[in-house]
């Protein structure tokens, strides 16, 4: 099949890709722009993992074609830092220990970004309706609940946030699919 010509906003910048006009954007993104921090999972709209920002909103791009796309703004994970200077979520997730295999944090960090845009203190009520759609089989969630806090704090300037103490001092052991305690 011919392949089409594709002009996309991804993070600041417009790329012109030539890509199948059946492929999906994580594909497009993935496989013509190298963004691979957009992560495949489930291709069926019920992981979350696919998660990117379209003009701030989040959006599964396992389930969306790039030729809607044209003129507007997309933001993958590859565009959360600044620079050299990462966003403090990422800074949050990575001191709360909010994960652990990462499969699903691309997608979990731009639905909590689309949160904090537009709600600078969420409720935990709030967090979980804005990653409802972000399955993670790892942490049980509630490390990410507090990076999310913590991040929060860091962007409204508050105590809990910049050079604070991780909110959480001791994490509970795991445990295997056993049962088994892990260290
Ligand atoms: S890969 Fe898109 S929702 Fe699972
Ligand atoms: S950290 Fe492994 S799926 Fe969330």
Redesign the pocket.
């Given at each position: 099949m011919a392949k089409v010509l594709l002009t996309l906003q991804v993070n600041g910048e417009r790329h012109t890709v030539a890509a199948e006009p059946h492929h999906t954007l994580?594909e497009v993104l993935r496989e013509e722009m190298g963004l691979t921090g957009t992560?495949?999972?489930?291709?069926?709209?019920?992981?979350?993992?696919?998660?990117v920002l379209v003009d701030g909103a989040p959006v599964?791009?396992?389930?969306t074609l790039p030729t809607e796309l044209e003129g507007a703004e997309i933001t993958t994970v590859e565009g959360l830092a600044n620079g050299p200077e990462l966003h403090p979520l990422q800074t949050a997730f990575a001191e709360e220990a909010a994960a652990q295999c990462g499969y699903c944090t691309p997608?979990m960090l731009l639905s909590a970004k689309a949160l904090l845009d537009r709600n600078a203190a969420p409720s935990r009520e709030e967090m979980a309706q804005a990653i409802a759609?972000n399955?993670c089989r790892c942490t049980g969630y509630t490390a990410i609940y507090e990076a999310i806090e913590r991040a929060a704090a860091v962007m409204r300037n508050v105590p809990g946030g910049a050079g604070a103490e991780p909110l959480r001092r001791e994490r509970p052991s795991f445990r295997s699919r056993t049962g088994a305690q892990l260290p």
């Open positions: 994580l992560k495949h999972g489930c291709e069926l709209g019920e992981c979350g993992a696919c998660t599964l791009s396992c389930l997608g759609g399955l």
